[in-house]
T-cell receptor, first 112, second 108 residues
Framework: SAVISQKPSRDICQRGTSLTIQCQVD?????MFWYRQQPGQSLTLIAT?????????ESGFVIDKFPISRPNLTFSTLTVSNMSPEDSSIYLC?????????FGQGTRLTVV | RKEVEQDPGPFNVPEGATVAFNCTYS??????FFWYRQDCRKEPKLLMS???SGNEDGRFTAQLNRASQYISLLIRDSKLSDSATYLC?????????FGAGTQVVVTP
């Protein structure tokens, strides 16, 4: 199993600012995943973060908007840059151990 | 068309009753299937994997129908604590695809 500590748990931010979300895993993992979950919708993969290389972004997500760091095998950050109200969502980090996905507690972001 | 589709519900279920719901997936090459449970304002957690032969875990039974490309979840003897959103998750070539979830509300 894996235990992920994600913070902040929630934030209210002004449009145009940036927020960095952190995830710390209790074990070393090759890949970490960042998802967005909008109300009533499915989790959408933003990017996959590998240690030592640039993150791989899914269609519709770009590095300038969602820069990711992966300095080591237990930690990653996602930044939501130049925020607009459309970025209001829940952001989740995730790792896979065996076939099971484990998630951080989520960051509930509101942009005003 | 979405990769994974679920009836959003809510399914209002009297305590002790049985509820069942399905999830359809579009990629016939999908390799593995799961049901996750997500409580309000919490992260998703694995409920059970779904095997071709069908599998049971206590009051929960999961089935996979590859020919029709759907999986199902059945909850017997519903408890109040079963109230949650159930996410269908499909693994296609190493990438997880999530349904939007089926909300189940168990009432006294």
């Amino acid at each position: 199993s894996a235990v992920i500590s994600q913070k902040p748990s929630r934030d209210i931010c002004q449009r145009g600012t940036s927020l960095t979300i952190q995830c710390q895993v209790d074990s070393q993992v090759t890949m970490m995943f960042w998802y967005r979950q909008q109300p009533g919708q499915s989790l959408t993969l933003i990017a996959t973060a590998n240690q030592g290389s640039e993150a791989t972004y899914e269609s519709g997500f770009v590095i300038d908007k969602f820069p990711i760091s992966r300095p080591n095998l237990t930690f990653s950050t996602l930044t939501v840059s130049n925020m607009s109200p459309e970025d209001s969502s829940i952001y989740l980090c995730s790792v896979e151990v065996g076939f099971e996905a484990f998630f951080g507690q989520g960051t509930r972001l509101t942009v005003v | 068309r979405k990769e994974v589709e679920q009836d959003p519900g809510p399914f209002n279920v009297p305590e002790g009753a049985t509820v069942a719901f399905n999830c359809t997936y579009s990629n016939s090459a999908s390799q593995s299937f799961f049901w996750y449970r997500q409580d309000c304002r919490k992260e998703p957690k694995l409920l059970m994997s779904v095997y071709s032969s069908g599998n049971e875990d206590g009051r929960f039974t999961a089935q996979l129908n590859r020919a029709s490309q759907y999986i199902s979840l059945l909850i017997r003897d519903s408890k109040l604590s079963d109230s949650a959103t159930y996410l269908c998750v499909v693994n296609s070539w190493g990438k997880l695809q999530f349904g939007a979830g089926t909300q189940v509300v168990v009432t006294p």
